[in-house]
């Protein structure tokens, strides 16, 4: 069974879509180790195939199995307090093959 990359990108276009005017600071977790932070439109992550582009869609390059999880992410406001938390579990089954290049 083929899990193209747009197809995921898709799914978390629809889950983790969020509004980035209102959000000043967002952690993003994958089962609980912390893999991107975003403050201020500046991210650091500990992979780079994770990115979260200015249109608040969060993409994984180089997709594998190992990359299934509960993803957690969290928005806070500009006083840091906590503005919302959403979950996605993400299983990926059988192999995963590459695509073409994506437009955005």
């Not at 978390?12 to 975003?38: E, G, P």
Request: contains cysteine; proline residues 3%.
């Amino acid at each position: 069974m083929k899990f193209p990359l747009v197809g995921l990108i898709k799914v978390y276009q629809n889950l983790f879509q969020i509004q980035m005017k209102r959000v000043h600071l967002y952690d993003l977790s994958k089962n609980s180790s912390k893999i991107l932070t975003v403050r201020n439109n500046t991210f650091s992550s500990n992979k780079h195939r994770y990115l979260f582009p200015s249109n608040g869609t969060f993409r994984i390059n180089n997709l594998s199995r190992s990359d299934s999880g509960n993803y957690t992410l969290q928005t806070f406001d500009s006083d840091g307090r906590s503005s919302g938390e959403r979950t996605l579990q993400l299983f990926i089954q059988g192999k995963c093959f590459p695509v073409g290049k994506l437009s955005h």
